[in-house]
């Protein structure tokens, strides 16, 4: 058999690796800035693009998307090669799609701190970037497979079927939950409304959370923990069940972000119950990688490539078996909202994905480079500041969001709540200061890990062109008995159609009775539109992020509905493009709040928090009383919205500005009567009347709202 020489493309590798580090680092020093605002608010220099709900945005998409998804790229490029024994299936399409993705990321780094944002968790990017994002991840695809194809080894090892339901799942999140009619070149509403866009939102971001940052470093985890160990995976039997039960669980469990909402109860015991099974594939996949360890634990005491990947693979089995804890509907009741879910899911991004990410870098940076790791004992100085800065981090969230929730919860023996919001708030301010420690912790042991691999490039020699020698791949000229799942190892297409079909089915199920019931969403009468500068206000509190800290859902427990006002029904929400029911609550939950304080309060309060609410840790918005209101886009944002269904009147485009004045000068006059003056036409004017809208459709009945709550 003549064996075929051939040359393994480093050259990408090395790129993805570099903007690993560089987008790392970055993403690190933002979410670091966003943890000290949240006790020290001037951080922000008062500056629109440097406040909390800008940064945190920021934050969270650099380290997703351009941290953690340069490092599955770099980590993909590098081990299907090897496992395929072919060079990619073409070098142009590499780079395509190297810069396109980075390219993706100053796009939407930019955008964010401009304040250009859906507001949609981890899918705050606008249209032309959604729209950019789906045309590199077909490249990338389209790479994947055609190096798939080509491969001279007959059966796909598990980390490719890993890799495979990576691209199409994500591809299916990104494509339905992106479904958005723009307003214009950087604005857009989502098609989806209310409830529908919860469940839509909330299955996009649970299973980004899967098919991003869990399912791709699986697929690095079963490659790399082997060759760093040399030793053979564990099981290949629980390999297979750990990937099929995974891909099909996951997708389902979505709601259980949704526990005690609007959303249809149905929906919510779904995603309970899936979420409980996800803990079996989860938990094997953990054990199987912990497993392939053993008899190799003398090499784990010396090697920081081990060391790293069994600290991430131990925190994804923390942060797996945590998340079905968190959707139990007694704990969720304590859980939600609070910090306690802000520390779970570090768990997982510092752990796991930040763990693993290094190990792949510390394994791979020293073979490309022909020499060995320049200090190994910096990587362990690196491996123990980012496991005392994890502790650190989460350790003192998770007793804040106890807190949280238990002063929230607590009542005087006279029946009365016990502690103003505002305390609870002050209250776990040392706890926000350790975190940040941890954080800074973190980050110092990755700058170690910066230099430690600068020194190791600098010592070795790059190959670009590695070479490599395999013989062809037999195509079989008879069939033979062999064991089922090896037939669909063989067959790529088919793995990919089986994946599609798997995921799919879970989103179908939840999707089309939430859409097509209309019992799931009752409609209420006196649920009416937003007025055209209450719509413009809407946007003015997306732009600037108020839903990292604020939620808009009171849940029917006794103490939201004390502290609120009556629980949240399914009908309130069907004019919200997007939803915004948020999912952390470092300020109260707004869904009640018009009404509640004179036009001249939220002025005040925008100008300087602490005036009104001594202690608060909100940054200041001075400029929203001096930029003018953009009324030149109040006529197509009305277009869209009919559009999407909401009633306004046929023409009503044309004289909605008319409206949005008179509402303007109404609230001006209210503000003069308070000894402010302010003109009618400027940003804050919209933003007061959003916040003196919300909740005020629904008349509260004290009583019947009372007898409607549940004490978990």
């Known amino acids: ?12 590798v090395k790129a993805f690796g570099l903007a690993t580090i560089v987008f790392g680092i970055v993403g690190m020093l933002a979410g670091l800035w966003a943890a000290i605002q949240i006790y020290y608010p001037a951080s922000s220099l008062n500056l629109p693009a440097t406040t909390f709900g800008r940064m945190r945005p920021l934050h969270t998409n650099a380290i997703i998307f351009a941290f953690v998804g340069n490092a599955s790229f770099a980590g993909i490029y590098y081990s299907l090669q090897r496992l395929c024994k072919a060079r990619m299936f073409s070098d142009k399409l590499s780079w395509v799609h190297f810069w396109g993705w980075q390219l993706i990321i100053a796009a939407a780094a930019i955008t964010l701190l401009m304040g250009k944002t859906t507001g949609k968790e981890y899918a705050e990017l606008e249209w032309p970037i959604d729209i950019a994002i789906t045309l590199v991840w077909v490249i990338f695809g389209i790479n994947m497979f055609g190096t798939i194809i080509k491969r001279r080894e007959k059966h796909l090892y598990v980390a490719i079927w890993f890799y495979i339901a990576t691209w199409v799942t994500v591809a299916l999140l990104h494509i339905v939950n992106s479904v958005e009619i723009p307003v214009s070149f950087m604005k857009s509403y989502s098609w989806y409304a209310g409830v529908q866009d919860a469940l839509v939102q909330w299955w996009y971001g649970h299973n980004a959370v899967a098919f991003f940052l869990t399912t791709p470093v699986l697929g690095l985890m079963y490659y790399f923990l082997p060759k760093a160990a040399n030793r ?16 099909f669980i996951y997708i389902w469990a979505g709601p259980h972000h949704l526990l005690y909402t609007a959303l249809p109860d149905w929906a919510q015991s779904l995603g309970v119950v899936f979420s409980i099974m996800l803990i079996a594939p989860s938990w094997g996949g953990m054990l199987n990688g912990l497993f392939t360890l053993r008899g190799a634990w003398d090499k784990v005491k010396e090697d920081p490539v081990l060391k790293f990947m069994v600290v991430a693979i131990t925190c994804y089995g923390m942060a797996t078996f945590e998340g079905p804890l968190l959707s139990l509907k007694n704990v969720n009741a304590i859980s939600h909202f609070s910090d306690w879910t802000i520390a779970h899911v570090h768990i997982g991004g510092l752990g796991w994905n930040g763990f693993l990410a290094f190990a792949i870098l510390y394994y791979m940076i020293p073979k490309m480079w022909g020499t060995e790791l320049y200090s190994k004992k910096l ?8 496991t005392i800065g994890i502790i650190l981090y989460a350790v003192p969230l998770y007793w804040a969001g106890f807190e949280q929730s238990l002063m929230w919860k607590s009542f ?8 103003q919001f505002m305390e609870t708030v002050t209250n776990i301010i040392p706890m926000y200061v350790s975190r940040s420690v941890g ?11 910066v230099y430690n691999l600068y020194k190791t490039m600098v010592k070795g020699t790059f190959i670009p062109n590695e070479a490599a020698e395999a013989a062809p791949m037999i195509k079989e000229t008879h069939a033979k008995k062999e064991y089922w799942h090896r037939v669909i190892e063989r067959r790529p297409v088919t793995l990919l159609v089986l994946s599609l079909i798997v995921v799919a089915i879970g989103g179908a199920i939840e999707f089309l009775p939430t859409f097509l019931v209309k019992s799931n969403v009752p409609t209420i009468a006196s649920v009416k539109p937003y007025t055209p500068l209450e719509l413009q206000g809407r946007d003015i509190y997306l732009r600037e992020g108020c839903y990292t800290c604020h939620s808009q859902m009171v849940r029917p427990f006794r103490d939201e509905v004390a502290r609120y006002g009556e629980y949240s029904k399914a009908g309130e929400f069907v004019y919200d493009h997007p939803f915004q029911w ?5 300020g109260p939950d707004l869904a009640r709040e018009g009404g509640k304080y004179p036009d001249s309060w939220h002025y005040n309060h925008m100008y300087d928090p602490r005036s009104m609410s001594p202690g608060s840790v909100m940054p200041q918005y001075p400029w929203l009383l001096d930029d003018a209101l953009d009324t030149a886009s109040t006529p197509a944002k009305i277009r869209a919205m009919r559009t999407l269904g909401v009633p306004y009147p046929d023409g009503y485009d044309k004289i909605a500005n008319r409206d949005l004045m008179q509402q303007a000068d109404s609230i001006a006059a209210s503000l003069k009567r308070d000894k402010i003056k302010t003109p009618s036409n400027v940003e804050i004017i919209a933003l007061i009347a959003y916040l003196q809208r919300l909740g005020t459709d629904i008349k509260t009945d004290p009583a019947k709202a009372e007898a409607a709550t549940v004490n978990p």
Do not use: C
């Open 439 to 449: 954080g800074g912790l973190y980050l110092v042991g990755a700058l170690m890990m």
């Open 1 to 12: 058999m003549q064996i075929e020489k051939f040359y393994y493309d480093n050259k990408i």
């Open 232 to 247: 053979p995976v564990y099981s290949y039997r629980l390999s297979i069940i750990h990937f099929w039960a995974l891909i």
């Open 412 to 419: 005087t023996p006279e029946g009365q709540l016990r502690f």
């Open 582 to 586: 948020g999912s952390k609550r470092t």
């Open 379 to 386: 990587a362990q100085n690196h491996f123990w500041l980012g």
